[in-house]
C-alpha cells in the first residue's frame, strides 16, 4: 500500500511559479513510476506528466511541455512538479499519481493508476 499526499497549491497570478510536492510512503518509492494528473471544474481528468522509477524517462502532456519539470528525490520519497509561466487554463486540482507499470507513459488521461493523492487546488488569476 503507497499513500500519497500534496502539497503546494495555492494562489498565483498569470505568469507566476508554484512547486507541488508529492510525498509517498512506504518503503518501495523507487519501484513506482509517478506522475501528475489535473482536473478543471466541469472538464474532465488531464494527463500532465509522468516520470519513470529511476527519474531518467519523462513525458509531459503538449500543454505543459516547456513549462512544467518533473523530478523525484528517492531519498525523500517525493515527487515534484515545478510549475513556470503558469496560465489561467492550468487551473486544476492537481493530483499526484503511482503506478508499478509502465502505464503512466501512455499519456492517457483515461489511465487509472495504481494510486493517487487526494488533490491540491492549484488557482491562477487572470
Known amino acids: 500500500q503507497v499513500q500519497l499526499v500534496e502539497s503546494g497549491g495555492g494562489l498565483v497570478q498569470t505568469g507566476g511559479s508554484l512547486r507541488l510536492s508529492c510525498a509517498a510512503s512506504g518503503r518501495t518509492f523507487s519501484s513506482y513510476a509517478m506522475g501528475w494528473f489535473r482536473q478543471a471544474p466541469g472538464k474532465e481528468r488531464e494527463f500532465v506528466v509522468a516520470i519513470s522509477r529511476s527519474g531518467g524517462s519523462t513525458v509531459y502532456a503538449d500543454s505543459v511541455k516547456g513549462r512544467f519539470t518533473i523530478s523525484r528525490d528517492s531519498a525523500k520519497n517525493t515527487v515534484y512538479l515545478q510549475m513556470n509561466s503558469l496560465k489561467p487554463e492550468d487551473t486544476a486540482v492537481y493530483y499526484c499519481?503511482?503506478?508499478?507499470?509502465?502505464?503512466?507513459?501512455?499519456?492517457?488521461?483515461?489511465?487509472?493508476?495504481?494510486?493517487w493523492g487526494q488533490g491540491t487546488q492549484v488557482t491562477v488569476s487572470s
Open positions: 499519481a503511482a503506478d508499478r507499470f509502465s502505464g503512466l507513459f501512455s499519456g492517457s488521461d483515461h489511465y487509472i493508476p495504481d494510486y
